[in-house]
Nanobody, 122 residues
């Protein structure tokens, strides 16, 4: 059974840092991603990492967020630095074998999702 379990999140001051982790089990996917959804807004891709090492970031977080993967413990992490109020929302870890590099930030290409973890920025 595939499971994606997020941890981390919480509150941060603008300009501060937050670290999210996603523990994956049950299957090893080609691509893992972090997505977020703010109240009243659509879910959007934040960062993804694929087999072979490619990484893709949303323009809004490039240079501030870092996605990484630890294959030894099947964990994908998102280091969020210099956070802004607009970074607040529910963050989801997701996985897929069906996203090309061009589709890597498209939530519709991801079939497996974690339960989400909340990030607030004040």
């Amino acid at each position: 059974q595939v499971q994606l379990v997020e941890s981390g999140g919480g509150s941060a001051l603008a300009g501060g840092s937050v670290r999210l982790s996603c523990a994956a089990s049950g299957y090893t996917f080609n691509t893992y991603g972090w997505f977020r959804q703010a109240p009243g807004k659509e879910r959007e891709g934040v960062a993804t990492i694929g087999r072979g090492g490619y990484i893709k970031y949303a323009d809004s977080v490039r240079g501030r967020f870092t996605i990484s993967q630890d294959h030894a413990v099947d964990t994908v992490s998102l280091q969020m630095d210099m956070v802004k109020p607009e970074d607040a929302g529910t963050y989801y870890c997701a996985a897929t074998d069906r996203a090309s590099v061009a589709q890597a930030l498209d939530p519709n290409r991801f079939a497996y999702w974690g339960q989400g973890t909340q990030v607030t920025v004040s």
